[in-house]
Every structure is written in structure tokens, then in C-alpha cells.
């Protein structure tokens, strides 16, 4: 087979995004003088840009990772996306004075997104394709032990400590979690590329291999600056779709924004990693799609929660991380079946089945809590 190529969306879209984006800094005076009845058009089209280079994203990401192997290919993905993340949510919480539960609710949102929706999808599709699948046990333990631990000390542990009022952690406290996310983050990484790599290596795709051609090194280096350029058109895009969602779900007459918006932001954020793994997942490389997923979802706690804790302290503006009973309630029980699911080594349509049950409850009460 010949290597992926690189299609004319691929480079139309971030140019075009990067193109709004320079529209929106410098042309401020003009974009006022739109008439009311159709200033929606501004975030609509950024809204469109912003997808296509989403979709641009996925494929430079998918040439890297046909150049450097797995697990690194998955992982090129997972930083690029958590970068995203980070910009996105440090113009949540800039721009989130009167609510500081922005925050926690795009990162509450990725989680049960990532490891009921995306998961579940994932299993449901692979399962219903290849009837079972293998994984690796000890990767999975590994993704599993650093999501257990961060999200409980980030997102259950506030709502028990006594050194700040409400929901919060005290500034040394959230130093000590960011070094503590950072620290573990960084042994995973050690672990996934250095010295437990065989774990992360998909056992269907080491029986069979590849057989792709590598790209070369133009189209390789073309693609580190495809991928930066979407990644950065993402962002810069995703601070004008925002508050434009924000104020269509306020017009529907949705009661909380934030939890819904968080869902949004998440959903967006994620959307190259999901397409990523879900591919995977249906050409019965299981242990692929988990490492896109699961990646995804402990680098967005390791990476994301301390850059904004250090933006918290930074700006002294106070961050709501605890979660609210029934959340924490959803957010257990994910824990809970993921590691009911993944703990045989091998998962079914059934397995996939029950994680959107769990993920079809969670958008439900988004909209009847």
C-alpha cells in the first residue's frame, strides 16, 4: 500500500482558519459594522473553519504516526490535542470570572466523554465487527491507575479539604496536586515510550504489521507544520465559537451553560483523537484506539488541570475543581466499569454497550439535571 496523502482540505482548511483567526485580531472595526440580523455569521463560519481544520489535524497526525510507529503515533496526537485544551481552557477561566467552574466541567466533560462515549463507541463498533478483542492488560492498568488517582486528588478530594471554602483547593494545595499531575504524567510517559514500550504496542498489529510505506521526509515535515498550523487555527477559532455557543444555549433556554458548554469544548477538543481511535477500533487494533482515548483523557488531567491551577494562582482567581454529588456519583461509576471492562483482556459489543449507557445517562442530565 502507498502512504497516505495529503489532501487539498488538509491545507485549505487551517489556512483559511489561520486567515479568520488574523480577521478577527486585526479587523475588529469591520466586523462591528455587520448589521444585527446577520452578525451570527461570523462565529458560524468559524465554527465551520474550525471543524475542517479539526479534520486537517487528524490527517497530519495520521501521516506522523505512519512515520514514527506506535506508541508514539498516538501519542504525537494526544500532546497536540492537550495543547488545544490548554489554550481553550485558559480563555474559559480569563473570561470566566462570575463562574469559576468552567474549569472542572470541560475537564469533568472529557472524562466521562472519553472513557464512556468515545470507549464505548469504540468497543460497540470494534466488537460488532471482529465479535472479540484483545488488548494489552498492563497498558490499560497503567492508563487506568494514573486516571483513578488524578481525578479523584482533582475532582472528588476539594470537596473534603478544610483549607479553603466551598469546592476549592488552597493555593499551596494546588501546587502540590500540579507537581504531583506533572510528576506522575511524566513517569507514564517514561513507561509508554522507554521502558515499558512492548505494553502499548497493539498485539494484532504486532502479529500482522503494516503494510503502509513510510512517508518521506518531505511529506513528513509537511505534515509537523500542517499540524501546527490547524492545532493553532483550532485554537484561536474555538475563543470566538465559544462564546457564540454559550449565547445560542442561553437563547434555547438551556439552564446550566457551563456543564453543557464544558461537553462542547470537550467534544470539539477530542474530535481528532475520537475519529482517530475509532478507526482503529473497527480495523481490530484495540490496544490503538485505548492508547488515542485513554491517552487523550490522562494527558487532559495531568497536563491541562496544572496549567490551570498555575493560571489560578497566576490571576488569584479562585477555581471550583470539586464536583457536585450526582457527578461524582457518574464519575465513580466510570471508574468503576472501566476497570470491570478492561481487566479480562479482552472486550465485546456487551462491554461497548453498557459504557453509552453510562454516557447516554450523562448527556441526558445535561439537559434534565
Known amino acids: 500500500m502507498q502512504a497516505a496523502r495529503i489532501t487539498v482540505g488538509a491545507v485549505l482548511f487551517p489556512a483559511l482558519a489561520l486567515g479568520l483567526a488574523g480577521v478577527f485580531l486585526f479587523g475588529e472595526r469591520w466586523i462591528a459594522q455587520i448589521p444585527a440580523s446577520i452578525d451570527f455569521a461570523p462565529p458560524t463560519l468559524a465554527a465551520v ?21 506506535e506508541p508514539y503515533g498516538t501519542l504525537v496526537l494526544t500532546i497536540a490535542v492537550t495543547f488545544i485544551e490548554v489554550a481553550i481552557m485558559a480563555s474559559m477561566v480569563e473570561y470566566g470570572d462570575e463562574d469559576p467552574t468552567e474549569a472542572r466541567e470541560a475537564v469533568f466533560s472529557a472524562i466521562i ?3 464512556n462515549g468515545l470507549v464505548g463507541l469504540c468497543l460497540l463498533l470494534g466488537g460488532f465487527r ?3 478483542q484483545e488488548l494489552q492488560p498492563m497498558a490499560t492498568s497503567a492508563y487506568l491507575a494514573i486516571l483513578i488517582a488524578l481525578s479523584v486528588l482533582t475532582l472528588i478530594l476539594p470537596d473534603y479539604t ?12 494546588l501546587i502540590f496536586i ?14 509508554q515510550t ?3 514500550r512492548s505494553y502499548f504496542i497493539d498485539v494484532h498489529v504486532a502479529a500482522v504489521g503494516h503494510g503502509e510505506a513510510k512517508p518521506s521526509r518531505a511529506m513528513t515535515i509537511f505534515a509537523v507544520l500542517g499540524l501546527g498550523a490547524s492545532l493553532l487555527g483550532v485554537s484561536l477559532l474555538a475563543e470566538r465559537v465559544i462564546p457564540g455557543l454559550e449565547e445560542a444555549l442561553r437563547w434555547g433556554g438551556v439552564d446550566d451553560v457551563n456543564r453543557v458548554t464544558g461537553a462542547a469544548v470537550a467534544m470539539l477538543v477530542l474530535l481528532p483523537e475520537s ?22 483523557v490522562v494527558a487532559t488531567i495531568g497536563l491541562t488541570v496544572p496549567a490551570v491551577a498555575l493560571l489560578s494562582v497566576a490571576t488569584d482567581r479562585d477555581i471550583v475543581f470539586g464536583l457536585e454529588k450526582r457527578d461524582t456519583v457518574l464519575l465513580l461509576l466510570t471508574l468503576l466499569l472501566s476497570v470491570v471492562s478492561f481487566g479480562a483482556g479482552r472486550t465485546n459489543l456487551m462491554t461497548g454497550l453498557v459504557h453509552l449507557v453510562v454516557f447516554a445517562t450523562y448527556i441526558f442530565l445535561l439537559f434534565v439535571p
Open 178 to 191: 500540579s507537581v504531583l499531575s506533572v510528576l506522575l504524567y511524566g513517569a507514564f510517559l517514561f513507561i
Open 162 to 173: 478544610t483549607s479553603s471554602y466551598g469546592p476549592t483547593l488552597s493555593t499551596i494545595q
Open 194 to 196: 522507554v521502558r515499558h
Open 275 to 296: 475519529l482517530n481511535s475509532i478507526r482503529a477500533a473497527t480495523r481490530n487494533a484495540l490496544q490503538t484506539s485505548l492508547n488515542g482515548a485513554l491517552g487523550s
Open 130 to 132: 471482529h465479535h472479540e
Open 113 to 115: 466523554i472519553v472513557c
Open 49 to 69: 473553519l474550525l471543524i475542517g481544520a479539526v479534520f486537517a489535524a487528524l490527517q497530519h497526525a495520521e501521516i506522523l504516526g505512519a512515520k514514527t510507529g
